[in-house]
Structures are given as C-alpha cells and as structure tokens.
C-alpha cells in the first residue's frame, strides 16, 4: 500500500544567493505551512477554424508562513525583502525514502520574496508569512540532508540509558524498540 505524503516532512531550507560560495544552506525553523503554486499563464487566439490556445509561460510562487523567531533566518529573510536580495530555495521531501547516496528528493529554485507580513497578536506566538517569487522553472533533484536535521524535524527513538543516549535511531514500529529498557 502507497504511503501518503505528509506536509510536516517537506522542509524549507534557504541561503542568500551571493553567499553561495562560503554558507550552506539554512532550514527555516518553526514552519507552519508552505504552498507550491504553479500558475500557467495560457492565451487563446480565434481563428476561422476555431480557437488556439498557447502558453505564455508558468509563473511558480511559495507562499510560506512561521513562528517567528530571532534567529538568523528569519532576520536573513526579513532582510531579503527589504533589500530585494536574490535567494536560493530548497524544498526538500524528508519523509521520502533516500536514494543509493542517503540524498533526498527535493526542488530547487532561484528567486525574490514580494512580501512580508508579520503580525503580532496578543492571544498567540508571533507568525511572520511571505511570498517567494520563482525565476524560471523549480528544478527537481537530490540533497544531503545532515542526520542532525533530521532529527530536528522528527525526533527519533532513543535508548533510557544515558551512554546510549542520542545515537539508537531505532523507529518506534521495530519489534525491539524499547525492550530491555
């Protein structure tokens, strides 16, 4: 039976274009949700034989929204906007199974973000939301995500013994998780 995609395992990572050569990229933390929209900009001609339709291109957007924090993303992306910076954006599918080299499917794209709200309500956490514009096409791929970060998104089983602590990686439905403890 095919296993459904579920939202909380595609994560957001970024960097700023121009610093490419000397940062990797940085996971957005405290992501509430995330839209890929693809929007087909078609037109249609009348002829004497009836309508032709052609495409004008496909405008890609990421409409994302998250708990705001202090951290260096969130003032990295707040900066972009106000500075019209060029980013890089990776959206990349952690609950998917990796590839022969542990690398996980992701898209990859170049572009600005439009936008940024970031109300403050006194009844909840801060949540800042923003557009990234795409230039040209998503492009699909494979990227090394650290075990680290993996561990952020989803925590995994461990071990009550404290020498043992932080490296079982044992998955709750394994016959043995916990036995013994």
Not at 22 to 30: S, V
Not at 31 to 43: G, L, P, S
Not at 139 to 167: K, L
């Amino acid at each position: 039976m095919e296993k459904p995609i579920l939202g909380k395992d595609k994560i957001l990572k970024f960097r700023r274009l121009a610093d490419r050569e000397k940062e990797g990229a940085a996971r957005l933390a405290l992501q509430i949700e995330h839209t890929i929209q693809y929007e087909a900009n078609a037109d249609s001609k009348m002829t004497k034989d009836g309508p032709i339709n052609y495409s004008g291109g496909v405008n890609t957007t990421i409409e994302m929204s998250a708990v705001s924090t202090r951290d260096d993303v969130n003032n990295m992306l707040r900066q972009a906007v106000l500075k019209q910076e060029l980013l890089e954006v990776w959206e990349i599918d952690v609950g998917a199974e990796p590839n022969e080299k542990g690398e996980y499917p992701a898209k990859y794209g170049r572009g600005l973000l439009s936008e940024w709200e970031d109300p403050a309500n006194v009844e909840e956490a801060a949540q800042f939301s923003t557009t990234f514009n795409v230039d040209g096409a998503l492009q699909d791929g494979y990227v090394s995500v650290p075990d680290a970060e993996i561990r952020e998104v989803q925590y995994v089983f461990q071990s009550t013994d404290a020498a043992a602590s932080g490296s079982s990686v044992q998955g709750m439905g394994e016959a043995d998780a916990g036995a013994g403890d």
